[in-house]
Each structure stands twice: as structure tokens, then as C-alpha cells.
């Protein structure tokens, strides 16, 4: 792919262009397949490790963070229609296989969380699971219920920044 790109803008620059565009739409066909065919490992991937999955659990190892992103996202939608006050599992692994051992997925996963208002935590038990409570200390605003009682009710040696 890259290979058909870098010859494309040398083509171009010693003015064939046509041939350069042949070249490039041939990058571009390659950029396509390589899309497609991560698209089918990363479904493949999802799928086998969430076949004995218990319900209200998802894990995303083996996944790039945004793909764990899209699936996480849909799967907490899939559950917010079941209706009722639940707590998913979603395991997102401690980081050991990533670059420096950090966690890519986990921070992730708590933005993607926190940006929809959804209470997150990390589970006591296991620290490559995060525990989302939907709809847990929230309104049907999405605002943190317990936040007015801690500004209408702060510590005597408490001090508030606004």
C-alpha cells in the first residue's frame, strides 16, 4: 500500500500523471482491503471471546481501542434498551500486552463512559475489569443525583471550588 503511494507521488512528480493515478487508486484499493480484513479479525476476535460471556459482560481483549470503543458503545446501548438499573462488566484487561505494559483500553473505555454521564469503576476484585452502572446515582438528566446534596450540605472544614 504504502509502497503504491510512494510510487504514485514519484510518478506525479516526474509528470506522469496519469500513471499516478493509477497508482494511487491501486493505495487506495489496498487501504480498502486492509480495512475490510481488520474489520472481519476484529469481529472474529470479539466474537470468540464473548461466546461464553455471562450476561451484562463484554471483553475486548485482542481489540485497538477504537474498535473496543464502537463495541463498548454498542453494547452499553444494547443494555440501556433492555431497560431497568444494571451493572456491566467489561473487560478491558490491565495493559501487560501493551506497549510499556500501560492500559490503552481501559482509559479509554473510562472516557468514552464518563463523556455519556454513566458511572464507571474499577472492579475490587480484578483490576482489567470495569464495573458501569447505568443509570446508577444519575437523573433522567444525566446529572449526578448526590452532587446538589454535596453543594447544598458541604463539611464544616470542607472547602468548594467552583
Known amino acids: 500500500m504504502k509502497q503504491k503511494f510512494d510510487e504514485a507521488h514519484q510518478a506525479y512528480n516526474s509528470g506522469a500523471r496519469g500513471r499516478a493515478k ?6 487506495k484499493s489496498h487501504q480498502r482491503n ?18 461464553h460471556s455471562p450476561a451484562g459482560t463484554i471483553d ?19 443494555e440501556q434498551r433492555k431497560g431497568g438499573s444494571r451493572t456491566l462488566r467489561v473487560i ?7 506497549a510499556h505494559h500501560a492500559p490503552k483500553i481501559k482509559p479509554a473505555i473510562e472516557n468514552m463512559v464518563t463523556k455519556y454521564n454513566l458511572a464507571v469503576r474499577l472492579d475490587p476484585r ?10 446508577a446515582g444519575l437523573d433522567h ?12 450540605k458541604p463539611a464544616a472544614d470542607s472547602c468548594l471550588l467552583m
Do not use: C, M, P
Open 60 to 78: 475486548l481483549h485482542g481489540l485497538y481501542v477504537q474498535e473496543s470503543i464502537s463495541y463498548t458503545e454498542s453494547f452499553i446501548a444494547r
Open 141 to 152: 438528566r444525566g446529572i449526578d443525583r448526590g452532587l446538589t446534596e454535596r453543594l447544598d
Open 22 to 27: 493509477e497508482l494511487s487508486n491501486q493505495g
Open 34 to 51: 486492509r480495512d475490510d480484513l481488520n474489520q472481519q479479525a476484529a469481529n472474529w476476535i470479539y466474537k470468540e471471546n464473548n461466546r
Open 126 to 135: 480484578n483490576a482489567g475489569v470495569l464495573l458501569i452502572d447505568l443509570h
Open 92 to 98: 478491558v484487561g490491565k495493559g501487560i500486552h501493551s
